[in-house]
């Protein structure tokens, strides 16, 4: 099973500042297969990126992911208030599927 | 647009079954892979398993011995059901479709079920 860490575990900015959230694997991830989801209380998971840089509909270009092999980023470059949020990194293998256990991205 | 809702019971008791429905709405379940995935109160998200609309599965090893999910393509609709449940089993579930190329771009909207006497 591949194993993901995310670094930091919590996040403190301001709005107008810039988030890097970092998702490190336990081995290797084909890029077409790494993944970030933006959570917000009481609500389901939603997709930003896939195949680690490609954005889903509707996600502004302020996020962008990128990153190879073991080491993957997701960037916010200007927080907004609504962006403040858990995000996930999850990637798709021969074994299955894995979740990283999340950053938090709260308010300073 | 496909839409998913997940339906079952709130309250399940130690030992018994859990069992939740997915209704996937918008669009036909005959194509694509569906999922079932978790989160535990105040904590991250476990991939339970997966389905092709054929009935082809994949399930996380570490609930394999548990898990059964299936498919009804006449009802629109994939279900899950998890054997000998206890309190660790309070979650949070959601149905997803996916993984589509890898990833979830579709998830219902998650049901809180309970494990207690």
């Known amino acids: 099973e591949i194993v993901l860490t995310q670094s930091p575990g919590t996040l403190s900015l301001s709005p107008g500042e810039r988030a890097t959230l970092s998702c490190r694997a336990s081995q290797s991830v084909s890029s077409s297969y790494l993944a970030w989801y933006q959570q917000k209380p009481g609500q389901a998971p939603r997709l930003l990126i896939y195949?680690?840089?490609s954005r889903a509909t509707g996600i502004p270009d302020r996020f962008s992911g990128s990153g190879s092999g073991t080491d993957f980023t997701l960037t916010i470059s200007r927080l907004e208030p609504e962006d403040f949020a858990v995000y996930y990194c999850?990637?798709?293998?021969?074994?299955?599927?894995?979740f990283g256990p999340g950053t938090k991205v709260d308010i300073k | 647009q496909v839409q998913l809702q997940e339906s079952g019971p709130g309250l399940v008791k130690p030992s018994e079954t859990l069992s939740l429905i997915c209704t996937v709405s918008g669009g036909s379940i005959s194509s694509y892979y569906w999922s079932w995935i978790r989160q535990p109160p105040g904590k991250g998200l476990e991939w339970i398993g997966y389905?092709?609309?054929?009935?082809?599965?994949n399930y996380n090893p570490s609930l394999k011995s548990r898990v059964t999910i299936s498919v009804d393509t006449s009802k629109n609709q994939f279900s899950l059901k998890l054997r000998s449940v206890t309190a660790a089993d309070t979650a949070v579930y959601y149905c997803a479709r996916g993984p589509y190329g890898g990833y979830y771009p579709g998830w219902g909207q998650g049901t809180q079920v309970t494990v207690s006497s």
């Open positions: 999850q990637q798709y293998g021969s074994s299955g599927i894995t």
């Open positions: 195949g680690a840089s």
């Open positions: 389905i092709y609309y054929s009935g082809s599965t």
